[in-house]
């Protein structure tokens, strides 16, 4: 058991939310310079994402509560100021692209084996209905659920639509935001969860599975019965 646990369990050392992102954060203009980035910001989501929103099916109301007057996040890493080129050689963030090392501490190994352990006992009933109806194994589930946000108590503090519209606007990877930003205001169309609640990464990564939002309308399902798919709250509908 403990060395089924642990393989299970060994990338599940450094939650994705939690990875350091310091070194490459773009520091925050000057008050004045803030207020013009962000009102280029606000024209230009009106201009180029708000019309492609309508076309997928974004209702006007979700639009103008969500993206009116949204200011850039300045605290996120790997933005690329408009006008200016990225650096040559900008770092990467996120833990993945970092030296394994650290993912194989034993001790550390110990501890999250010992939690999943604990949590797959006091969920085991979710768990094998999860498992009758997809087949996926309660410890894959259970080691995935650790790795993404520590078993869903890493927290989550940022509002996804600020960052995904800030990426979309100033990142290297503007495309692939643009289209997780409209994914979200689906998300928030749908009910499921209001925007000023739609918390999670640095790179919009949503709730304990820390599924992007086009994975998120891929994949979440409301496994608790209660009529929404909630990801954050619900440890059901987390797993499922």
């Known amino acids: 058991m403990k060395t089924r646990w642990l393989s299970m369990l060994a990338a599940t050392v450094f939650p994705l939310v939690l990875s350091s992102a310091a070194n490459a954060q773009t520091a925050k203009p000057p008050a004045a310079a803030a207020a013009r980035y962000d009102a280029e910001f606000n024209a230009w989501l009106k201009k180029e ?15 103008e509560r969500t993206l009116n007057g949204i200011s850039i996040n300045w605290q996120l890493p790997d933005l690329v100021i408009p006008g200016q080129k990225p650096p040559k050689e900008q770092s990467q963030s996120q833990a993945e692209f970092s030296s394994p090392g650290a993912y194989f501490s034993e001790k550390r190994l110990q501890a999250w084996a010992s939690t ?23 410890s894959v589930l259970v080691a995935v659920w650790g790795r993404e946000s520590g078993f869903g108590r890493a927290k989550l503090p940022h509002s996804v639509i600020d960052v995904l519209a800030t990426k979309a606007y100033m990142s290297t990877r503007k495309d692939m935001f643009r289209n997780e930003l409209i994914a979200a205001l689906h998300i928030v169309d749908s009910g499921d969860v209001a925007a000023d609640r739609m918390m999670g990464s640095w790179a919009g990564a949503l709730g304990q599975p820390q599924f992007m ?26 797993l499922a």
Do not use: C, M
């Not at 994402?49 to 639009?63: D, I």
């Not at 949590?119 to 194994?137: D, K």
């Open 49 to 63: 994402v708000w019309p492609q929103a309508r076309k997928a099916g974004v209702s006007q109301k979700t639009l």
């Open 116 to 138: 999943g352990r604990g949590l797959a006992s006091t969920h085991a009933s979710t768990l094998r209905r999860i498992e009758q109806t997809y087949g996926v194994p309660a």
């Open 213 to 238: 939002p086009s994975s998120y309308l891929e994949y979440a399902v409301d496994f608790d019965g209660d009529g929404r798919r909630d990801i954050w709250n619900s440890v059901p509908d987390s």
